[in-house]
């Protein structure tokens, strides 16, 4: 039962949140520059959630060819930059992640 409210009250949570933004957002007019940065929101977001998980290990900052997040990382995003082809990147890095394990043996 716990369990049900927790999931309910996140729900009202993040509706609120959402459909306040667009409440408000439709009776007020944005500037085109708003609305251009607005644009680089989900890459801001993607950025922060992913590079902290490609470069941190449980003793720290790990920049070196051994780790294989951070190199399938780069590899990944070479690709996508390269390609703009969304299930090649995929593919690509999946791979890339894969292979580099099996190499290093970790």
């Given at each position: 039962m716990n369990a049900a409210?927790?999931?309910f009250?996140?729900?009202?949570?993040?509706?609120?949140?959402?459909y306040g933004s667009l409440v408000i957002t439709q009776q007020i007019a944005?500037?085109?520059?708003?609305m251009r940065a607005l644009r680089y929101v989900p890459v801001a977001v993607l950025t922060a959630l992913t590079i902290p998980f490609l470069v941190y290990r449980e003793n720290?900052?790990?920049?070196?060819?051994?780790?294989?997040?951070?190199?399938?990382g780069i590899l990944t995003i070479?690709?996508?930059?390269?390609?703009?082809?969304?299930?090649?990147?995929?593919?690509?890095?999946?791979?890339a992640f894969?292979?580099?394990?099996?190499?290093l043996g970790s």
């Open positions: 409210i927790i999931i009250g996140m729900f009202l949570v993040t509706f609120g949140v959402r944005l500037s085109p520059a708003f720290g900052l790990d920049l070196s060819w051994q780790n294989p997040y951070w190199g399938a070479v690709c996508s930059a390269l390609t703009k082809n969304l299930i090649l990147t995929i593919i690509v890095g999946m791979g894969f292979v580099w394990r099996m190499v």
